[in-house]
């Protein structure tokens, strides 16, 4: 079952600050967060297992509310640099598989 | 350091064509492989997956077809390419760990069925 993302998309200016919602409509194992620029490939951002609160990448957060069944990324004081789709992977089993939501494009902009 | 590689980087197939694509992963061991398709504007859809030597599971009933011949090397194949082959092509892999595994993503193929 795929996870929705909310918004599709946000524009940005630099130094502003972005929630990135993935919900799930079954139990989560883990959640990965990904970011890919347009023409490449994803590059992994961190996972969160159940209840982490991680802090992985640059001025980029996530968080992990399993009873919600759902992982927001936060993007803080945002650089020209964090432009790109974002993509959130939900494991809903140990099963090595992940579906992967539809993604947000951010455009951060001067 | 462990690397991921693919190719060829871009392809553009007659529809009917026989497509092969590869993927191979260096410094790591008996690694988890995938197949994603991405379309255009859109988000991945895992195709296959792979924890073991001639070990495959089919996500997605289509024309497409994958192997593993050796353990760190990855193919999709088809025998007739159609129009809705078309797009972008990753090839993952993770370290089996027991537990939440992070994927890596190779470089893709870009593939246009015309």
């Known amino acids: 079952q795929q ?3 909310s ?12 929630v990135i919602n993935c919900s799930s409509s079954k139990a989560l194992y883990s959640v990965h967060w990904y970011r890919q620029k347009h023409g490449e490939a994803p590059v992994f951002l961190m996972i969160l297992l159940k209840g982490g609160e991680q802090k992985g990448h640059e001025k980029i957060s996530a968080s992990f509310n399993e009873k919600k069944q759902q992982s927001s990324l936060y993007l ?3 650089q020209l640099s964090y432009s790109g789709t974002y993509f959130c ?14 993604g947000t494009t951010v455009t951060v902009r001067a | 350091s462990q690397t991921i590689h693919q190719w060829p980087a871009t392809l ?27 379309a255009a504007g859109r988000g991945l859809q895992l195709l296959f997956y792979s924890v073991g030597i001639g070990q495959i599971s089919s996500e997605v009933p289509q024309n497409l077809s994958a192997s593993r011949p050796q353990d ?26 027991g537990g939440p595994e992070t994927q890596y993503f190779g470089p893709g193929t870009r593939l246009l069925v015309l």
């Open chain 1, 3 to 5: 996870p929705v993302q």
């Open chain 1, 7 to 18: 918004p599709q998309a946000v524009i940005l200016r630099e130094g502003e600050d972005a």
């Open chain 1, 76 to 78: 803080t004081a945002s």
């Open chain 1, 89 to 102: 992977g939900t494991e809903t089993g140990n099963d090595y598989k992940l579906s992967f939501g539809a």
């Open chain 2, 12 to 38: 553009v197939q007659p529809v009917g064509s026989p497509l092969s694509l590869e993927c191979t992963v260096e410094g790591t061991s008996n690694p988890n492989l995938y197949w994603y398709r991405q």
């Open chain 2, 72 to 97: 760190r090397q990855f193919i999709l194949s088809s025998k007739k390419l159609l129009l809705s082959d078309s797009g972008f092509y990753l090839c993952a892999w993770s370290v089996q760990m």
